[in-house]
């Protein structure tokens, strides 16, 4: 459903990303693992063109662009097929929690507003936020901004659904309500691409593993494989780290993880 | 204070606060309103930093903000004739007041802009919207709210400000009273009077704008 082939994108002299090609298929969700600095969060803003990679070509729901050259129309055409969900939500500081939601339906979609409200509180009352509906995002802790952000993505019927490490910013005792929120996704079926440090998460909820490293692609496999087998030596050593941190610090290595990630 | 003094006190009272209703704050709202317009058009172009349109703002702030008030009101209204441009006191003046104060809000509310998260944007560009959109919808209403306080400075500061364009024969307040201290040579107390005027109308709008705070607060959105 989403292809990638050799995408590349560098800030001045540092090549982010070289090179990486990427599959994603209906239902799949895709956990992409990797150390700091290897061009995850990169990748996936520039799959919404929120950066503008220097080259490479995506297929997606049929059509194929050249990332050079895609025109703004087909910008807007591809982000209303998608969605993305940000590390630090990003949620509308002057709108409800409803308003967020309706917000990409009522104007960027004209959808009426008795419908877009309808389709509102579904998504709400879905991720656990209905009775927050009409709490603005101040008032409101950042495990629930983050599932309000999961129900605006979720109120368009988004094509696929692009995490952004979605619990780096969390603290720790409010990642396992996102968590609970993805993992009921992942089993009704949404297409997700998800960067994470969530070891746990990919583990029992993707179903597939891309790790990353310095800007390229260096295994990529089912997820039971890529635990069990992993067969670059880099892979290795990522997740032997990662198991040594999980015993010494408990289930959550966002803990270890989480200086990094605030940039 | 004699008996004289007072009745002049009371007596130009009506007839200093008269030109004040119906000049100084008109003169002020109608300028603010168009500063206002001039403000938000010139941030935004600052702020999308459109090519050329953007060094043309600059140019416009830089010259406005360093020249004197009272030396552009007299190159609107005294020099602009010498070009076979003329105008009226009261036109010449909005169109100063306006532009001058435009510059300075302009520079507030690029701020503003500015002070939004760039989180804010790129999610209203994630959830399908275009640039104008987002601008109208998130972008702006959070600049407005927080520009609301140096903006209203600006709008109690503009209100004294009116009284520079009695230089150009503006039948205002500051001009009303200088012809009753022609007429009964009592400057000290007239000009207080006049000043007291002056700060009774600054009160109101401070109180305005803390109603105003007050609202935009209660509607549950602050800044964090």
């Known amino acids: 459903m989403l292809s990638i082939q050799n995408i590349r994108k560098s800030f001045g002299k540092l090549d982010v990303l070289r090179d990486v090609s990427l599959e994603v298929n209906q239902s799949d969700v895709v956990a992409i693992l990797g150390p700091s600095g290897s061009g995850k969060t990169t990748l996936l803003r520039c799959l919404n063109f929120l950066e503008t990679a220097d080259d490479g070509f995506m297929e997606f729901d049929g059509e194929k662009y050249h990332f050079g050259q895609v025109s703004r129309k087909e910008i807007a055409h591809i982000r209303r097929k998608t969605a993305f969900v940000f590390q630090n939500y990003n949620l509308f500081l002057n709108k409800t929690a409803l308003q967020n939601v309706t917000e990409g339906l009522i104007i960027a979609r004209k959808t009426p507003r008795a419908q877009a409200e309808k389709i509102g509180l579904e998504v709400l009352e879905k991720v656990g936020m209905l009775d927050r509906k009409d709490h603005y995002p101040n008032q409101l802790s950042g495990g629930q901004q983050q599932r309000v952000a999961i129900a605006r993505a979720l109120a368009t019927d988004p094509e696929i659904i692009f995490f952004d490490e979605p619990t780096s910013a969390l603290d720790p005792e409010l990642t396992g309500e996102v968590l609970s929120v993805m993992r009921d996704l992942a089993r009704e079926g949404r297409t997700m691409l998800v960067v994470t440090h969530e070891m746990s998460f990919a583990r029992n909820v993707s179903t597939r593993v891309v790790f990353m490293e310095d800007g390229v692609v260096v295994e990529e496999a089912p997820t039971a494989e890529f635990f069990a087998h992993p067969r670059a030596e880099r892979t290795r050593g990522f997740l032997r780290k990662i198991d040594g941190d999980m015993s010494a610090q408990g289930e959550h290595v966002s803990i270890n993880n989480k200086k990094e990630n605030v940039q | ?224």
Do not use: H
């Open chain 2, 1 to 224: 204070m004699t008996e004289r003094v007072w009745n002049i006190v009371v007596d130009s009272f009506p007839k200093i606060l008269l030109p004040g209703l119906t000049m100084t704050i008109p003169l002020t709202v109608i300028s603010f309103a168009i500063a206002m317009v001039i403000a938000v058009a010139v941030a935004m172009v600052q702020f999308a930093k459109v090519p050329v349109l953007r060094q043309i703002c600059r140019f416009y702030i830089w010259v406005i903000r360093g020249t004197p008030l009272l030396v552009q009101l007299y190159v609107i209204f005294y020099g602009l004739p010498k070009l076979g441009v003329i105008l009226d006191p009261f036109p010449s003046a909005i169109i100063v007041f306006s532009i001058n104060e435009g510059a300075y809000c302009a520079e507030t509310m690029r701020a503003a802009l500015e002070s939004v998260p760039a989180g804010q944007m790129e999610a209203g560009y994630c959830v399908g919207m275009n640039y104008l959109q987002i601008m109208r919808r998130i972008v702006l209403p959070q600049a407005f709210r927080t520009a609301f306080p140096p903006l209203s400075n600006s709008l109690i500061s503009m209100v004294k400000d009116t009284s520079l364009a009695a230089n150009i024969t503006v039948m205002e307040m500051f001009m009303a009273t200088q012809r009753i201290v022609a007429r009964t040579y009592e400057p000290l107390v007239l000009y207080m009077e006049v000043g007291l005027i002056y700060l009774l109308f600054c009160t109101v709008l401070t109180w305005v704008q803390r109603a105003g705070e007050k609202r935009l607060n209660a509607s549950g959105y602050r800044k964090e």
